[in-house]
């Protein structure tokens, strides 16, 4: 077993912004960071925020690879995905984002493994990410181009429940309304194995109660350095 430390570059970030100065954050699986190996496999992704929502995987056949500081989800044998004990749950204003190079489409990114409608998930088409929860389901889709790339991804909802998604630091449609509760507790699936993720991940950042501007662009920046 291995925990590993960060080898972003120390520069990239000296002095500057990381997710751990907001109060707001709420569960931070970090690059090369938290990480425990079972082999050449990740049986753990520690949350680098003060709340403990850990992600581990004790069913070796479900853990995913892992190789400077990346982790490849391979559901060609067998689904692989990380799971938390306890749900994040997002009542209100948050701001999510993703660093992935998914290789193939009608995939999960983060969801639930407990209930089947809270997922964050790149659609069937190729040409959208799918947002839905218990209350309500919406596709925000690229005006050009493809899901199926390496980018960073950013989901912010405000105060009045409107969701806006940024791929690449564009929002990629007009915000829309997604009202209700979205409980995460699982990296690359949701409830009962179902549309298990394949393709890389280098990072994923929660922040609960607040949304703006400010916060959207710092992880911007953040996530198209890693």
């Known amino acids: 077993m291995l925990g590993l430390g960060n080898s972003v570059c120390a520069s990239q970030y000296l002095g500057g912004w990381l997710p751990s100065d907001e109060g707001s954050l709420e569960a931070w699986y970090r690059f090369n960071t938290g990480i425990t190996l079972n082999g050449s496999n990740v049986s753990a992704w520690a949350d680098s925020s ?42 209100g204003e948050f701001v999510l984002g993703f660093k992935i190079n998914p290789a193939a489409s009608n995939v999960v990114v983060i969801g639930s493994n407990s209930t089947s409608s809270e997922m964050f998930k790149i659609f069937e088409s190729a040409d959208r990410l799918r947002v839905k929860n218990d209350s309500a389901t919406k596709d925000f889709t690229l005006s050009s181009g493809s899901v199926l790339d390496d980018a960073y991804w950013v989901v912010s909802r405000d105060g009045s429940d409107d969701v806006t998604v940024f791929k690449d630091g564009s929002a ?31 990072e994923v950042v929660i922040f609960k109660g607040t949304t703006s501007t400010a916060l959207i662009n710092n992880l911007s920046t953040r996530l198209s350095g890693l």
């Open 50 to 91: 003060s709340n403990s929502f850990n992600m581990v995987q004790a069913d070796t056949g479900e853990q995913p690879a892992f190789s400077a500081g990346v982790l490849t989800f391979d559901p060609s044998s067998d689904t692989q995905n990380l799971q938390s004990s306890s749900s994040i749950t997002l009542d």
């Open 172 to 202: 990629v449609a007009a915000a829309q309304s997604v009202p209700g509760t979205f409980d995460i507790n699982a990296l690359g699936v949701r409830q009962t194995d179902t549309n298990p993720f394949s393709g890389t991940m280098k």
